[in-house]
């Protein structure tokens, strides 16, 4: 039979699997930047190591079972919470990018339009010149 502390391993190594099946999916669909995702990964690492390997999951078995599965449903919820934290910065991140790129090509268009503009401008003084010469 499995104790609470053989659940909160097992759990541990299991939601670091689904970490890091979803930060690599979440990336692959560009709503998680690079950084932020290799973050997660190193987490979800972390987590499976703690799962799976007994010297560092030993603590689990000094906690009673309430404790332990109060811990692991806290932990699961500020992991979710910090997941969604990371999604909203990535997609803030990406549209900064986007609005960068888009401001550098509306300001080279507005260095071609007063281009455009001078050209204009000398050729409206040639054409003055020219109907002054003539009058």
Not at 28 to 33: A, G, I, Q
Not at 89 to 110: D, T, W
Not at 114 to 119: D, N, P, R, V
Request: charged letters at 20%; proline letters at 1%.
């Amino acid at each position: 039979m499995m104790g609470t502390a053989d659940i909160i391993k097992y759990g541990m190594a299991a939601v670091g699997i689904f970490i890091m099946i979803f930060s690599f999916w979440y990336h692959s669909v560009r709503k998680l930047t690079v950084n932020l995702a290799v973050v997660w990964e190193i987490l979800s690492v972390i987590l499976i190591a703690i799962g799976i390997f007994p010297k560092l999951s030993s603590w689990a078995y000094h906690l009673s079972s309430g404790t332990g599965m109060v811990l692991f449903f806290i932990g699961a919820v500020c992991l979710w919470g910090g997941f969604q934290f990371s999604l909203l910065v990535s997609h803030l991140a990406m549209k900064n990018r986007e609005l960068a790129m888009q401001v550098s090509l509306l300001i080279q268009e507005n260095e071609k339009l007063e281009e455009q503009f001078e050209e204009l401008e000398d050729r409206m003084k040639e054409y003055e010149e020219k109907a002054s010469v003539c009058d």
